[in-house]
């Protein structure tokens, strides 16, 4: 058990939809990512919060948005849902040390 | 721009059969290169870090070399739970996430 916790565990949604991913990191984490896990495409970073801020961004749609709220925990909003948004989403967190930890997924599937 | 490439794409090996796995890396100013093991429908799980080249990392039947410019990941003995699919990253000075090689799968058959 890595200590990062994601909700729900599957989703399944219609196009033109919105959906919101829970992630909360390992006790202590200040820095959460997310990323998406396709299978052509490998693992793919979408962003970064660091105690509350925007740190960085990947490859994020304009459709998708993060927050991370004062208590640690982040979510993913995803909307405009499209049939290629389907694959698994992972939260990662990270301390001090440079390894980040990753969460079990969101299996998103878009219907 | 920061790339990380794995080779090859998929490894088939029986019970005993030792072997490497190779990660090529163009990264500004590496702050560390990392492997994580995956499981099919799980989030990948940290193995190693390495941060200097020559620097070496051992768990089980797992070791990870760092040089300047690739990280093998050796498999010694390999048994078939050792089946799934490993992933190598690396942070550069830019940015501060991980970037992704795209993994090798790894299959060993008793």
């Known amino acids: 058990d890595s200590g990062v916790t994601q909700t729900p565990k599957h989703l399944i949604t219609a196009t033109g939809q919105r959906v919101t991913l829970r992630c909360s990191p390992r006790s202590g984490d200040l820095s959460v990512y997310w990323y998406q896990q396709s299978l052509d495409q490998g693992l793919q970073f979408l962003i970064q919060y660091y105690n509350g801020e925007e740190r960085a961004k990947g490859n994020i749609l304009e459709r998708f948005s993060a927050q991370q709220f004062p208590d640690l925990h982040s979510e993913l909003n995803l909307s405009s849902l499209e049939l290629g948004d389907s694959a698994l989403y992972f939260c990662?967190?990270?301390?001090?040390?440079?390894?980040?930890?990753f969460g079990q997924g969101t299996r998103l599937t878009v219907v | 721009e920061d790339q990380v490439t794995q080779s090859p794409e998929a490894l088939r090996l029986q019970e005993g059969e030792s072997s490497s796995l190779n990660c090529s890396y163009t990264?500004?100013?590496?702050?560390?290169l990392f492997w994580y093991r995956q499981d099919p429908g799980k989030g990948p799980e940290f193995l190693f870090t390495l941060y200097s080249a020559g620097e070496e990392k051992e768990k089980e039947r797992l070791k990870a070399t760092l040089t300047k410019k690739e990280s093998f990941l050796h498999i010694t003995a390999p048994k078939p739970e050792d089946s799934a699919t490993y992933l190598c990253?690396?942070?550069?000075?830019?940015?501060?996430?991980?970037?992704f090689g795209k993994g090798t799968t790894l299959s060993v058959s008793s």
């Open positions: 990264v500004s100013g590496l702050r560390g």
């Open positions: 990662a967190s990270s301390g001090d040390s440079s390894e980040a930890f």
């Open positions: 990253a690396a942070r550069g000075q830019a940015g501060t996430a991980l970037i």
